[in-house]
């Protein structure tokens, strides 16, 4: 159905491109403006020249353009919505499936029809690679905070850094006050 509607509007948009071309331009300046508006307005075939009909046309063609388009687009829209509920479905009958295993004697995995899913040795190389992981992890965490540590002491020292030119800035600037002070003292006496 969505083809048949694609087909449908491509037609359309084909046969409105040609109609809007097959129109004369507005271009012809004033005087085409003022002569060709007052042949059109007061002849008596106004509404049966060409540009007329191509005029017509036009608007019944856009209109159509227009309904297809929306036609075209509730399609699709409700399409993928009923494709979408499908997949759900099928993944929901595919998790129940798998719900529906159970532990041999010898600790295999085990589906309802005594097929063997998962060895018990399988099983228990997947605890180790997970046990393993999570204690990569743990190195990684570690490993972490230590950076955040350094990273706390270097902030420190830069803090400290700072305060240190502060003050040698300041005790520069007293110096330099007090030299001009006593220079001043000694001009004046």
Known sequence: MVTVLVIIHVIIAVVLT??????????????????GGAETFFGKNKGR?????LRKFTAVFAILFILSSIVLTYVSI?????????????????????MNVTMDENGNLVDESGNIVMSAEDMAAQQDA??????????????????DAAEGAADAAEGAADQAADAAEGAADQAADAAADAANQAAAE
């Open 130 to 147: 997970a046990a393993e992981e999570g204690a990569v992890d743990t190195a990684e965490g570690e490993d972490a905070e230590a950076a």
């Open 78 to 98: 409700r399409q993928a919505n009923l494709d979408e509920a499908a997949s759900e479905e099928a993944a929901g009958d595919e998790t129940s499936q798998s």
């Open 49 to 53: 020249t060409i540009d007329a009909m």
């Open 18 to 35: 040609v109609i809007v071309l097959m129109q004369h331009g507005r271009q012809q300046g004033l005087s085409g403006a003022i002569a």
